[in-house]
């Protein structure tokens, strides 16, 4: 997949951009706005990945632009600015996700991926989504591993959608907080792991591969051992 760095800051850029290609993406940037906005509206990339303060064109006015350009690639503001205010404004401005500085790598690595999968089509609402011998039917709401019906809540649902959604891939507890919950923020309790343990005792049965885990350091993935 190839990346569009815009970010003025050449430390962040040469750090995203060492991780991103050990990681084996072709990775572009941009230092300013402005070459960012003709390197966007040029190329075809996966994901780009937008400093909100930039020299030259912000990142709010690069937002509008790519929308009314009709460039449809996914958008991960990548800010220190962390008000609700600021990620309303940027999800306004046509932006697909927000992460906040200084952030993680491993979460960072993840956004991207999902990005680049939910632009490819790799899930619709209408569609079934199928894993590992897991299936889910997003019509019906029903889940099943290798013809065995599985009951969940909604909540457990979504939990394990978004883990699927991101197969193979770590998601951290403020990923799935902020995607299955809708917040941006840790409540501080522990609801994650609950439904992480209630979702276990349902799709891994006695006899069945693991395919619930735990990633130390990081948070949960959906994946064979």
Same mark, same amino acid.
Request: hydrophobic share 45%.
């Given at each position: 997949?190839?990346?569009?760095?815009?970010?003025?800051?050449?430390?962040?850029?040469?750090?995203?951009?060492?991780?991103?290609?050990?990681?084996?993406?072709?990775?572009?940037?941009?230092?300013?706005?402005?070459?960012?906005?003709?390197?966007?509206?040029?190329?075809?990339?996966?994901?780009?990945?937008?400093?909100? !303060?930039?020299?030259?064109?912000?990142?709010? +006015?690069?937002?509008?632009?790519?929308?009314?350009?009709?460039?449809?690639?996914?958008?991960?503001?990548?800010?220190?600015?962390?008000?609700? %205010?600021?990620?309303?404004?940027?999800?306004?401005?046509?932006?697909?996700?927000?992460? /906040?500085?200084?952030?993680?790598?491993?979460?960072?690595?993840?956004?991207?991926?999902?990005?680049?999968?939910?632009?490819?089509?790799?899930?619709?609402?209408? %569609?079934?989504?199928?894993?590992?011998?897991?299936?889910?039917?997003?019509?019906?709401?029903?889940?099943?591993?290798?013809?065995?019906?599985?009951?969940?809540?909604?909540?457990?649902?979504?939990?394990?959608?978004?883990?699927?959604?991101?197969?193979?891939?770590?998601? +951290?507890?403020? !990923?799935? !907080?902020?995607?299955?919950?809708?917040?941006?923020?840790?409540?501080? +309790?522990?609801?994650?792991?609950?439904?992480?343990? %209630?979702?276990?005792?349902?799709?891994? !049965?006695?006899?069945?591969?693991?395919?619930? %885990? +735990?990633?130390?350091? /990081?948070?949960?993935?959906?994946?064979?051992?």
């Amino acid at each position: 997949m190839n990346v569009l760095i815009i970010e003025d800051d050449p430390e962040i850029v040469a750090v995203v951009r060492n991780g991103l290609e050990e990681a084996g993406f072709c990775v572009e940037s941009a230092l300013s706005g402005d070459e960012g906005l003709r390197k966007a509206a040029a190329g075809d990339f996966s994901v780009i990945i937008l400093d909100l !303060m930039l020299s030259g064109m912000d990142g709010f +006015t690069i937002l509008r632009e790519l929308k009314a350009k009709g460039i449809k690639t996914p958008v991960l503001v990548a800010s220190a600015r962390q008000s609700v %205010q600021d990620k309303v404004s940027c999800l306004d401005a046509g932006c697909d996700d927000y992460i /906040t500085k200084p952030f993680s790598f491993p979460e960072l690595l993840a956004r991207i991926r999902a990005l680049a999968r939910r632009a490819a089509g790799h899930v619709a609402d209408n %569609q079934v989504l199928s894993s590992e011998g897991v299936r889910l039917d997003m019509l019906k709401r029903e889940a099943e591993r290798n013809g065995r019906e599985i009951s969940l809540k909604p909540k457990e649902f979504a939990l394990l959608k978004y883990l699927m959604e991101n197969a193979g891939n770590a998601v +951290t507890r403020a !990923m799935i !907080m902020e995607h299955v919950w809708g917040y941006n923020f840790d409540p501080g +309790t522990k609801v994650i792991d609950v439904y992480i343990c %209630q979702l276990r005792e349902k799709v891994d !049965m006695e006899g069945e591969d693991k395919l619930i %885990q +735990t990633v130390r350091g /990081t948070g949960y993935a959906f994946r064979r051992v």
